[in-house]
């Protein structure tokens, strides 16, 4: 009897040590987020320390579920501040009778031009709101920027390139309108999360392409940007990760084999020159939907050809990762510091305190 009872607790510690072990494979092993690369790193020297982030995905969401992280709500009740004007629905273009619409957020009593800002929501292009960004839209607009928050045709509607001729469209109505909104029309930045990153690097980098530009409106307006800001965003789709991928695939609606030169056409990365815009870049290396070897490539490039490049390379974090407030609260002190930079009068790179 007894040896039985020690033949099952040998059994059972067994099982535990075995289950634990799979345990630890699973949660700190299997799919782990590619190496660490500080050394592809582009930030100021001030830039404090990343958030730490997670070795897997496992056990990114094991950390969710359990409630340790800390995560926005951008669907919430989002107040206006009292210096805030908000103007929803603007009309900022047509395509026949499909009107295109934008959230307007304005500081009060401005008495001179200040940068424009429009970001650019995401959802692999079939979805999304142009609400999804007003938690960014009212605190950049209290800092003293107008901001734009801006919505677009779905592939449903419109395939590629509609909804990059959209965006050209909402750049070219704000320098148009640029007295009446006190925009200065030559610093204008795009920022824009997944397929809206996408989008703000279409705006800025194929400025001089006219098959892009569409018949929206504002026809003889530049739609060239001063800034991007690319948050997890598609690069290269005519890289083997991409061409094949099912969203991707649904934009272009044509295969990779059969017109790779609308693929070529439809890629950020194919459009980059040294007249491009500074680039601010965040990506997390746990991203499973953009993989990072996607943004590795933009900022080399960019770095290649001159164009001064921010790139916030960010371990073990996935896509959206700045519904995560730690992340949110680095990416707005970082795009803050680079608009700063590239877009002000001050032209500092100081990284300002959190803001709550």
């Known amino acids: 009897m007894k040896k039985a009872l020690k033949i099952a607790l040998i059994a059972l510690l067994v099982l535990v040590l075995a289950a634990a072990g799979i345990a630890g494979y699973l949660l700190f092993f299997q799919g782990r987020a590619p190496e660490s690369r500080p050394d592809l790193v582009r930030l100021p020297d001030n830039t404090p320390e990343p958030p730490k982030g ?17 995560i926005l709500d951008p669907a919430g009740d989002i107040p206006v ?27 009060k009593d401005l008495d001179k031009p200040v940068p424009g ?63 009446e909104l006190h925009v200065d029309p030559e610093r204008i930045a795009v920022i824009g999360g997944s397929a809206g990153a996408y989008l703000a690097m279409m705006a800025g980098y194929s400025a001089t392409e006219p098959r892009l530009e569409g018949q929206g409106g504002h026809a003889g307006v ?30 272009l609606k044509q295969s990779y084999e059969a017109n790779p030169d609308l693929y070529e056409l439809a890629s950020p990365l194919h459009h980059v020159d040294a007249k491009d815009p500074p680039t601010l870049i965040f990506q ?71 803001t709550p």
């Open 117 to 179: 800002l429009i970001f650019i929501h995401g959802g692999g292009w079939t979805k999304g709101d142009k609400a999804d960004y007003k938690y960014y839209t009212v605190r950049f607009a209290e800092r003293g920027y107008v901001v734009a928050t801006m919505g677009y045709r779905f592939v449903q509607e419109a395939a590629f390139p509609g909804c990059v001729e959209d965006t050209k469209c909402a750049v070219r109505w704000m320098r148009a309108n640029a007295d």
């Open 222 to 251: 530049s739609s060239a940007v001063a800034a991007v800001v690319d948050l997890y965003g598609p690069t290269d789709l005519t890289a083997p990760e991409a061409r094949d991928h099912p969203t991707v695939t649904s934009f």
């Open 81 to 107: 501040p009292t210096g805030v004007i908000e103007k929803k629905d603007v009309e900022y273009g047509r395509v026949g009778e499909r009107k295109l619409v934008l959230d307007l957020y304005t500081p």
């Open 284 to 354: 997390g290396t746990l991203d499973d939907l953009v993989p990072v070897a996607q943004s590795d490539k933009l900022a080399a490039l960019l770095e290649a050809v001159g164009v001064p490049c921010w790139y916030d390379r960010l371990d073990g974090f996935p896509h959206t990762m700045d519904v995560a407030r730690p992340v949110n609260e680095r990416v707005q002190r970082l795009m803050t510091a680079f608009f700063d930079q590239f877009l002000s009068e001050k032209k500092t790179a100081q990284i300002p305190a959190p």
């Open 54 to 70: 997670y070795p897997t995905v496992n056990a990114l969401y094991l950390s969710y579920a359990l409630g340790w992280i800390d």
